[in-house]
């Protein structure tokens, strides 16, 4: 399990506890290199030689490269709340900013701003989610935001990389995913030849948190298909 941007392995508690009868669960580490290529390399070496990959927003970009890197390992994979797309010039501007404000100590009030974007409007004011949104983002600390930042922006196009996902996919996504809207979702869904589309109703972006029972059901459902 590969988590987004500035979140840990809370992401993915709910999806941890009930699937750990059944599967054996690690959650990967994307916080040591500032390059998608290095980060899937941190995952690889420290994965088993055959894997079901589940990644969402930053965890599906890395989890593209992983498969670039080595496709014969992966059995599964499901694309949470995620793009194939390279950062957008206007996205790229935004990242210099953000990493300026908290290499001087801005890091608190940059998660607060990033906070409303990543849940439906009726979680917004939740404030379970919104500190626990805060409180993975501070633990993991500056640094990591400024390598994980560098590694989004220069990220490549995956555009080419959804063709060749030969093994079960699942794509999945929030209605309300105001960072990875839905269109980005169904085109994923078209070009992959093996995957299945969900999106769910009253969610934004971080659909492991706001639906949790439904995300484990459509991994559970995933997990069943021959690889």
């Known amino acids: 399990m590969l988590p987004g941007m500035m979140l840990d392995a809370r992401l993915y508690a709910y999806q941890s506890a009930k699937l750990a009868p059944s599967y054996a669960m690690m959650v990967g580490d994307l916080t040591r290199s500032s390059s998608i290529s ?4 941190d995952v690889l070496g420290n994965a088993p030689e055959r894997f079901a990959l589940i990644g969402l927003s930053m965890g599906g970009i890395v989890a593209f490269e992983v498969w670039r890197q080595a496709p014969q390992r992966v059995t599964h994979i499901a694309l949470l709340d995620t793009t194939f797309y390279p950062d957008r010039t206007e996205r790229r501007e935004v990242r210099l900013e953000q990493m300026a404000q908290v290499e001087v100590g801005g890091l608190r009030e940059v998660t607060a701003s990033l906070k409303p974007l990543y849940l439906s409007r ?9 500190q626990a949104i805060m409180e993975m983002g501070l633990e993991l600390g500056s640094e990591v935001f400024r390598r994980q930042s560098l590694a989004l922006r220069d990220r490549r196009d995956s555009s080419d990389t959804l063709p ?17 809207p839905i269109d980005w979702h169904v085109a994923m869904a ?6 299945d589309l969900v999106v769910l109703a009253n969610c934004g972006h971080l659909s492991a948190m706001e639906e949790p029972e439904a995300v484990t059901a459509s991994l ?8």
């Not at 290095?38 to 390399?41: D, K, V």
Request: glycine share 2%.
């Open 38 to 41: 290095e980060l899937a390399r």
């Open 122 to 130: 009726r979680n917004r004011e939740n404030p379970r989610l919104l």
């Open 164 to 180: 060749t996902i030969s093994c079960p996919a699942l794509i999945l996504c929030g209605r309300e995913d105001q960072l990875c």
């Open 190 to 195: 078209n070009a992959i030849p093996n995957a």
């Open 220 to 227: 559970e459902r995933l997990l069943r298909r021959p690889s």
